[in-house]
């Protein structure tokens, strides 16, 4: 089944400020499914850069989701936490260059310590509380695989597996919430062999689960299953059945790249940094120092010791760096742009400068704004086939591409949205929209395309529309098209149009023209 990566349903937004609200974005709906490279088309002020902002997930300051949502891989990006939306949405998800995005790039600064600085504030966001969660889990069960070589105990191992067991019993959410339960051991909240709760330092919320627990510990069945485990299993059983127990849970998400990443930068740098404050704490909590050896590495990946870490200590800059060339490279930029800067680059190396840092993070969903307008015709064409080269290197998943320019959106997508006065008139595949468009405003737009003949003649007449795009602050009644509109009805002056689907499903188009009961509603007025 095709995935859906971006679903926008009736998303409303405005700009507020001391001039008022102006709604450039009205009641727009639209899924991306994964693979799609979608154009948004339409005059200038339609609203389609409000729209990608939207969508971004990173709206300029006066720029609000009014109401409405965008539902991004499953994240709802106006509701999730931000932290949340940060380290696993922004980062990871959304790739986002911005119109005018290449004149982005600080004047005086070389191109290298830009996307340094980039990288490393993604990194450390990469770093979110579940994923911290996720790894310290995966860390101390890989800490239990290798006891042989770390020469661990059976019985510390039972201890710990037995602890486990019980809280899994009781907790909601159980990985997570056994790393919290961890955690507040690391900080001598609780103390690991004797279960004492230490209350005033406890956080409600765990103080309730302990309280559980000692219900729990009532539970005869239970009690007696747990000795009996605890007695009779060797730790390898117990191993695989914790490990079993914690597949069930699906929630073992975690990147292998991640992964390796973080080993590497941890195991060379923090850990060294780590271990003279983390040491006696394990000691304290296990009593018996061997159960550090368990893996050097876990205490210092619960989520407050490394969230506690500046984000420039996960990385040296050669390892970021040396990321950063491998992807330039990918995207046929020569390395050699990291040393100069912005303004000794071409507006095209530019543009791909700034392509390559918002995808560095291969996201699922790349949105770009007006990327070719700047640019001379061969440039562009260049540009254009970085955006495919990016699509089949599988480096992005799904595109958003905005221009007002109809032809440069025919050679890359296979869906165009026309947008007008903040609303989508017309949705449907690339061909049809050149072919058979049938909004008034997607003819009109389409009728407006200069294509030469081999002679320099134009093929056909250029038709322009008349008028000028509407003003969102006051935008007119019922159709927001009808004051230039060749067809126009009256009930187009009054009332708003519903979308209506004249040639199938897939086609939207938000104009009376399709409504087959206008007849009788026309009577009934
Ligand atoms: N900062 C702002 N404050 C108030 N209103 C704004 C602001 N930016 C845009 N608008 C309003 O939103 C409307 C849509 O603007 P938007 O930039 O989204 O259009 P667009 O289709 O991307 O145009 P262009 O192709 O010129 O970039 C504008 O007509 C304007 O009324």
Redesign the pocket.
């Known amino acids: 089944m095709v995935q859906e990566i971006l679903n926008v349903n009736k998303l409303v937004g405005c700009?507020k400020?001391s001039?008022g609200k102006?709604y450039?974005?009205n009641d727009v709906s639209f899924k991306v499914k994964s693979g799609e490279v979608i154009g948004i088309a339409?005059?200038?002020?339609?609203?389609?850069?409000?729209?990608?902002?939207l969508v971004s997930g990173m709206p300029?300051p006066?720029?609000h989701c009014d109401s409405g949502l965008i539902e991004v891989k499953g994240y709802d990006i106006y509701r999730i936490d931000q932290n949340i939306l940060r380290s696993e949405v922004l980062s990871q998800i959304i790739g986002y260059a911005p119109?005018a995005s290449m004149n982005s790039l600080n004047p005086v600064l070389k191109v290298k310590r830009f996307l340094l600085d980039v990288m490393k504030q993604r990194t450390a966001q990469q770093l979110g509380l579940g994923r911290k969660i996720r790894l310290s889990n995966m860390l101390i069960l890989e800490g239990i695989k290798n006891k042989d070589a770390i020469g661990i105990q059976d019985s510390e191992i039972h201890n710990f597996i037995e602890l486990f067991l019980r809280y899994s019993q009781i907790a909601k959410n159980p990985t997570y919430e056994f790393s919290l339960f961890l955690t507040k051991i690391f900080e001598k909240d609780l103390d690991f062999h004797s279960f004492k709760i230490m209350k005033d330092k406890v956080p409600s919320h765990i103080q309730n689960k302990m309280a559980m627990k000692i219900n729990l510990e009532e539970d005869e069945e239970l009690s007696a299953f747990l000795t009996n485990l605890i007695k009779t299993t060797n730790a390898t059983v117990i191993h695989d059945l914790l490990l079993n127990s914690i597949n069930n849970l699906k929630q073992w998400e975690i990147e292998e790249d991640f992964i390796k990443m973080l080993h590497i930068s941890i195991n060379r740098k923090i850990y060294k940094k780590l271990q003279p404050a983390i040491d006696p704490m394990l000691k304290m909590v296990f009593a018996n120092q061997d159960i550090v050896r368990i893996n050097p590495n876990w205490g210092i990946l619960f989520p407050e010791s490394i969230s506690g870490l500046p984000p420039h200590t996960l990385k040296s800059d050669e390892e970021v760096l040396q990321e950063a060339i491998i992807h330039l490279e990918k995207l046929g930029l020569d390395p050699k742009v990291l040393d100069l800067y912005p303004h000794e680059l071409s507006g095209g190396m530019k543009q791909r400068t700034v392509i390559a840092i918002s995808t560095l993070w291969n996201p699922k969903l790349l949105i770009v704004?007006?990327p070719t307008s700047a640019l001379d015709v061969s440039t562009q064409k260049k540009l254009l086939d970085l955006f495919v080269q990016l699509k089949q290197d599988k480096i992005v998943e799904s595109m958003l591409f905005?221009s007002?320019d109809i032809p440069t959106l025919r050679q890359l997508c296979t869906r165009c949205i026309i947008?007008y006065g903040?609303e989508i008139v017309e949705d449907a595949d690339m061909d049809t929209i050149i072919n058979n468009p049938k909004h008034p405003y997607s003819q009109a737009l389409i009728g407006a395309i200069v294509s030469f003949n081999p002679d320099g003649s134009t093929e056909k007449e250029l038709s322009r529309i008349e008028g000028r795009?509407p003003?969102?602050?006051d935008p007119p009644s019922g159709c927001r098209f009808h004051p230039r509109c060749p067809k126009v009805m009256d009930i187009c002056r009054e009332k708003i149009p519903n979308s209506y689907y004249p040639n199938g499903k897939d086609h939207p188009v938000k104009c009376w023209l399709y409504d087959d009961q206008l007849e009788v509603k026309l009577e009934e007025a």
């Open positions: 700009y400020g001039f102006v450039a974005v339409g005059e200038s002020g339609s609203g389609k850069s409000t729209l990608a902002e300029r006066l720029l119109q704004d007006e905005i007002h947008m903040g795009p003003d969102l602050r």
